[in-house]
């Protein structure tokens, strides 16, 4: 538009300061009128990706989603972004991406990724509109990401020594290695995280701390990979299949770090072990895995110990039969002292299908706590948003569903009944779960039942 054209030089020096009013509230009408056309409402309503898009990703995506990460793709700049519009609408209108299981009628959880509907709706528009760059100068801050970790920089990273061989195809037992920490002083630990040099060959990894005057596996080799079969001592192949020892994390596809709020920490007496247990599963090409742990310190000495516990069926006596959609296993257990829950992570195998956490009240009513839709390839924890204090004596039930039908995309062998067991094609049914204590409460302590005002200890289930 040519405004020399609607007002004329010489009007405004003939009329004076009366026509500059004129011509100033005459121009803001017509900038009014070109705000309102459709094309002007069009550009300042669709989502650019600096100004939109990259926000939601940095906040909901990018951990998974850059260089060295779990993720197929990174999303972190346009150009990586840009090609993948139309398969990002899909996956987030669907809301497969993020991923988060559980169901949203129970619980509120610190740690669920998912998107709003007006992040859904944004990423859509973007999509749809070809998915504009916009201008660079409206992208947020980049987050800083120790490089390899999703926690902070590790203040100590601690590697199995040796590379474990894993072969092309077959079974692979559980595998051990048993790492002398060095802590010449106690440690509380703040985050850890598990990091595999092969995670498509890992199953799932544990990492227990076993302190100086523990005996499990003693007289097992250190810093060698080793396995049950591979001892030569009964007793030590049996200790390797069971422990009471604390964990300082599990891992498991898909799983998150370990971060724990401000006063809460893991505890790692000075001169412990870390024995890693390293479940392997074969896909057709060998490789070889070195994980480590990396491992952040709190600042200062927390008030709260956390405990990782869990609910398990360790073997069930009635193998899964074929073709059932909907075999249900469950398991109870009280806590034998006061306690603050903070978090779940439950773990079954290909046919798991459900798993849900209960609070059974002495009514025998049922509160869940979580329900989740499991997901083998996506095994993630669960935050309460609100931490809960649960006082001794409280009843637990972990109930998990199966489906050993035809309808199970990811069952290996649906007209065979399935045994319990360790690998993959085996089931399994843990519900660990987080708690939180005094400080100064050791493992063993917690588990000294307290007795009530008659003097009888409470039951243990």
Not at 245 to 259: K, N
């Amino acid at each position: 538009m040519d405004f020399g054209k609607i007002f004329p030089a010489s009007r405004f020096l003939r009329n004076g300061s009366q026509s500059l009013l004129v011509i100033l509230l005459s121009a803001m009408a017509a900038l009014l009128l070109l705000a309102s056309t459709p094309a002007a409402k069009t550009a300042a309503t669709t989502p650019t990706f600096y100004r939109d898009v990259l926000p939601i990703l940095q906040q909901h995506c990018q951990m998974c989603h850059r260089q060295g990460e779990i993720a197929p793709m990174p999303l972190v700049s346009y150009e990586q972004t840009r090609h993948w519009a139309d398969a990002i609408r899909e996956k987030v209108s669907t809301k497969k991406m993020p991923p988060w299981f559980a169901d949203p009628a129970y619980g509120s959880f610190s740690d669920d990724p998912s998107l709003t509907p007006q992040q859904i709706a944004t990423l859509s528009a973007w999509a749809d509109a070809h998915a504009p760059a916009g201008d660079p100068h409206d992208a947020p801050p980049a987050p800083h990401w120790a490089q390899g970790w999703n926690i902070s920089q590790p203040d100590v990273i601690v590697q199995m020594p040796k590379r474990v061989s894993i072969p092309v195809h077959g079974d692979v037992e559980y595998t051990y290695e048993i790492v002398p920490t060095g802590f010449s002083e106690d440690k509380w630990v703040q985050m850890s995280e598990v990091k595999p040099s092969s995670r498509e060959h890992v199953h799932h990894a544990v990492v227990y701390i076993r302190p100086p005057d523990s005996e499990w596996l003693r007289s097992a080799p250190l810093g060698v990979p080793f396995t049950a079969s591979s001892l030569q001592d009964e007793k030590l192949r049996r200790e390797a299949h069971a422990t009471t020892s604390d964990m300082l994390l599990v891992y498991a596809p898909g799983s998150s770090p370990d971060r724990w709020p401000d006063g809460m920490a893991k505890f790692v007496p000075a001169h412990s072990d870390l024995v890693f247990q390293m479940h392997y599963t074969t896909n057709g090409h060998a490789a070889t895995d070195q994980t480590s742990v990396g491992i952040v310190f709190a600042r200062q000495p927390p008030k709260q110990r956390v405990f990782t516990l869990q609910l398990a069926n360790d073997h069930d006596v009635i193998p899964i039969p074929a073709g059932v959609e909907n075999y249900r296993v469950e398991v109870h257990g009280t806590l034998p002292n006061d306690a603050t829950l903070l978090s779940f992570f439950p773990h079954m195998h290909l046919r798991g299908k459900r798993f849900e956490y209960n609070i059974i009240h002495p009514d025998r009513g049922v509160e869940t706590l979580l329900r989740v839709n499991y997901s083998f390839y996506w095994q993630l924890s669960y935050r309460l948003a609100e931490p809960r204090v649960l006082k001794a004596g409280t009843e637990l039930q972990a109930v998990a569903w199966y489906d050993n039908s035809r309808n199970n995309r990811h069952n290996p062998d649906p007209a065979s009944p399935v045994e319990w067991g360790d690998q993959t094609y085996n089931e399994m049914m843990v519900g660990f779960f987080d708690v939180a204590v005094p400080a100064n409460t050791d493992k063993w302590h917690f588990f000294i039942r307290q007795q009530d005002h008659s003097g009888r200890q409470e039951d243990a289930h």
